[in-house]
């Protein structure tokens, strides 16, 4: 069965972190805190942004979302099944030896997986590729990337800034989950990269800075990013709460790869409203 979509990206996204919940205290796999970050702007872009649906998945001229952050497939996966691209109850299949749903995202294997990604620091790549592909071919649509903080220290991310810049990919939208967390350690503490609004510019990007939480100015940004700044690729820095929405979880390292038990699960369910 295939769900309706929410129009709210509020409800839509705690939907979507209760879901997850009880799915990584099924498959003890995890990548909640990384998922958990990332969730409001997600569900900003599938509520009001991107305009999919599972009749528009093959349009040349469809907005493009890409996953770099490949670890948060549950999230991602989850995503889809809210929005209705992918049937509910698939959700069941994931972290199922040859079902399709893996720990990271493959595409050709499940409906609206742009990318394969896992390996951190390509999708901006691809994203740049499939931004200039649009604009040689003349199609509609732009091109989304989230990528993680911690995803920038890989040098691939810069190389794509300049290309993007150079190119005027005013059609690409880079989205940096700005979570402080990467998975051994604080941003500052493995690879401290300063001010990355501050580098993006320099690097030739529009960049601003806007709270990852909230939705009305997500989707403002969003929205200017494309219309507003042409000749320039757009990058969000989506200032964020690793672990948001569930108190035991925000800011603690460990909740990159822990899974709740089911007594962590009933207090997660508890705090995010069921
Ligand atoms: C090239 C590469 N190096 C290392 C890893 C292992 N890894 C998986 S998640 C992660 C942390 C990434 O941090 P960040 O991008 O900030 O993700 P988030 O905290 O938002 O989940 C690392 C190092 C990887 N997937 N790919």
């Excluded at 997850?20 to 997600?42: E, F, L, P, Q, W």
């Excluded at 900003?44 to 093959?58: A, F």
């Excluded at 732009?142 to 005027?168: I, T």
């Excluded at 320039?232 to 800011?251: H, L, Q």
């Amino acid at each position: 069965m295939y769900k309706k979509l929410i129009n709210d990206p509020k409800e839509f996204a705690r939907l979507v972190r209760q879901e997850v919940a009880k799915i990584n205290c099924r498959t003890k796999d995890s990548h909640i805190g990384g998922g958990y970050s990332a969730v409001d702007v997600m569900s900003v872009l599938y509520t009001r942004i991107l305009n999919l649906n599972r009749d528009n998945l093959e349009d040349p001229n469809r907005n493009i979302f890409i996953l770099s952050k490949g670890h948060i497939a549950t999230t991602m996966f989850t995503v889809l099944a809210y929005a209705g691209i992918i049937p509910y109850e698939d959700l069941e299949k994931h972290l199922i030896d040859g079902e399709n749903y893996a720990g990271h995202t493959r595409r050709y294997t499940v409906p609206g997986i742009e990318m394969s990604a896992g390996s951190l620091g390509h999708g901006s790549c691809v994203g740049c590729g499939m931004a200039y592909a649009k604009r040689i071919q003349g199609y509609q649509g732009n091109v989304y990337v989230l990528m993680g903080d911690g995803e920038c220290n890989e040098g691939s991310v810069w190389e794509s800034a300049m290309f993007a810049a150079r190119f005027q990919l005013s059609n690409l939208v880079f989205i940096v989950d700005r979570n402080h967390f990467q998975a051994y350690g604080s941003d500052e503490e493995v690879l401290n990269m300063g001010d990355l609004e501050e580098k993006f510019k320099s690097f030739g990007c529009h960049a601003v800075t806007i709270d990852g939480h909230n939705y009305e100015e997500i989707e403002k940004m969003l929205r200017a990013s494309v219309s507003e700044h042409p000749g320039k690729p757009s990058v969000m820095i989506a200032d964020t709460v690793k672990g948001k929405g569930v108190s035991f979880m925000e800011n603690r390292l460990e909740w990159h790869f822990k899974s709740p038990n089911e007594e962590q699960l009933a207090q997660a369910l508890k705090e995010l409203g069921e």
